[in-house]
């Protein structure tokens, strides 16, 4: 359903159903919500233009009309009931318990009355990519708590899966996208011209945001607030963004402007030519981790020196190609006065001592293995190529299904039901393993996040080729079935090889049970 939304969005259909599925309910459901907030939306624009005081907060924030009208801004009056007033009488008549699940009103336990959740803030509706008004956030114009109120997640809206400004942002025919906190920052930004940049809806960057931005963009630049909170977000969202194989920068304000904390701020004093000369000096993804790190364990003081090497060496080592390893272990070397050859050694432990030409002559290995010579055999080793890349990508999808929940992972182990056989798999999972095992506990990101970036974005490569939702039974059959395809290969390849009748006789006998045991239905899962 949301494939075929998605495309009917983007040409304009607007998509009918008989409610006859569960599907179709959800559907109907969803639309009912947006088209609901499409209804907010235009009544917290015009109270806006009634509004005095919100406009002149605007005024003051810097904001002229035709921005207010690009992004829909709006305000929300101080009052308990002005919106459900709206929506519940005259020509609407729409149920209160309605607007309470689109996240509009809250009920009172006590009184069991329904009342406004947004009251006397200004407003910021949210659009998914086809600009459809998913949610609202609404923001007080003074000091009060809190100081921004956002609608619940409901079954038109989930934080994780969306990005503030995305909608403008993706026609404005850039590879590169910025990434800021908060929706003041993405407006300033899109208000000095730069239209390429969007708002995370919160600092935590999921993967689904990561691979939303993968559709658009190739790299992304975050410009989080220099407070706390925002590098500690920043740290958690490179990763993310790294494992979707995004070229991830950090932007740093204070390379202008030391005394400002963030984008909106930035822009209120600067020109867009100054905040493009911070973009120019982004810092890489790698750069941005040996900073932080150099403050975590200083680098002059004798006592953590060692500690700043090894972590900086097993930052460098997940670095795919020798030629940026060898880059940043120069420059360490220079910045903070290390012995290069003692890092380069430190770093090819990480990374396996693998030098570029050593990756060169391994991948022609292994495509040796994978386009054998041409022989009788040909197809049978053709066969056993594709079963193999299956297999890797099934097994790179169960080890992120398992990370998914402890109660899967509990039953997999006691079960015994599946070893793995690629060895970059193997390893991932040992991973996951120790961290279950030691009680650190388990989740997709700290699983990405214990591979490489290489090894991290072809997890997320092989989870995206995926049906959304396929079971893990659905998957171990698809494992099983394969190495039942594989067995049969070696079994061609030992009656091919004996002249022993008797030898040829037993593993024939072999082949039939394989044979039989092999008639697997994928659509169903059943062997």
């Given amino acids: 359903v949301g494939a075929i939304e998605f495309l009917a969005n983007r040409v304009g259909i607007r998509l009918r159903y008989d409610g006859k599925g569960p599907d179709d309910e959800k559907l109907k459901l969803k639309n009912d919500i947006l088209s609901l907030n499409k209804t907010a939306a235009r009544f917290f624009y015009e109270n806006l233009k009634k509004s005095v005081v919100a406009q002149e907060y605007f005024k003051r924030r810097g904001i002229p009309v035709e921005i207010v009208k690009k992004f829909g801004l709006g305000f929300a ?170 070229r991830v920068k950090v932007l740093d304000l204070s390379v202008v402007d030391a005394n400002v904390k963030d984008p909106d701020e930035f822009l209120r004093v600067h020109t867009a030519d100054d905040f493009m000369k911070v973009v120019d000096k982004a810092k890489s993804l790698v750069s941005f981790k040996i900073e932080k790190l150099a403050q975590e364990f200083p680098p002059n003081d004798p006592a953590s020196k060692i500690d700043f090497l090894n972590r900086a060496a097993m930052i460098i080592g997940k670095e795919p190609t020798a030629s940026a390893r060898a880059h940043y272990i120069q420059a360490i070397s220079e910045q903070y006065g290390a012995d290069q050859e003692a890092l380069r050694l430190d770093v090819e432990s990480v990374s396996g001592g693998k030098s570029l030409q050593g990756l060169q002559e391994e991948s022609r290995a292994r495509s040796a293995i994978k386009a054998p010579k041409q022989g009788p055999n040909d197809e049978e080793a053709k066969i056993l190529s594709k079963t193999e890349i299956e297999m890797d990508k099934l097994e790179k999808r169960l080890i992120l ?98 002249e022993d009748m008797n030898e040829k006789r037993r593993f024939m006998e072999e082949m039939h049970k394989l044979s039989a045991a092999s008639k697997w239905e994928p659509q169903s899962g059943k062997r």
């Fill in 401 to 498: 299904c398992l990370a998914d929940s402890v109660r899967e992972l509990t039953k997999f182990i006691n079960g015994n039901m599946y070893e793995f056989l690629i060895p970059d798999n193997q390893a991932l999972f040992q991973k996951m393993m120790e961290r279950h095992t030691s009680g650190q506990g388990i989740s997709r990101d700290a699983v990405l996040a214990s591979a490489s970036l290489e090894g991290a974005a072809a997890v997320m490569k092989a989870w995206d080729a995926a049906p959304e939702g396929t079971p893990i039974g659905e998957i171990l059959g698809r494992l099983l079935y394969c190495k039942l395809l594989l067995q049969r290969q070696q079994l061609m390849k030992q009656i091919a090889a004996t």
């Fill in 77 to 246: 009056n101080d009052s308990w009931g002005d919106l459900l007033k709206f929506c519940t009488e005259g020509a609407l008549a729409l149920k209160p318990e309605f607007l309470l699940q689109a996240g509009l009103v809250l009920k009172s336990e006590e009184k069991s009355r329904y009342y406004d959740r947004f009251r006397n803030r200004v407003m910021f509706p949210i659009f998914d990519v086809s600009g459809n008004v998913i949610a609202f956030g609404g923001r007080v114009m003074d000091d009060s708590k809190p100081k921004y109120l956002n609608s619940p997640e409901n079954p038109a809206y989930s934080k994780g899966y969306h990005l503030y400004g995305l909608n403008f942002a993706r026609k404005a025919n850039s590879k590169r996208v910025i990434i800021v906190e908060g929706y003041m920052d993405c407006i300033a930004l899109h208000q000095k011209g730069i239209c390429w940049s969007v708002a995370s809806l919160g600092t935590a960057l999921t993967q689904n945001q990561a691979r939303l931005l993968k559709r658009y963009f190739d790299e992304v630049l975050i410009g989080y607030d220099a407070d706390g909170a925002g590098q500690n977000a920043t740290i958690r969202g490179l990763d993310i963004l790294a494992a979707q194989g995004l």
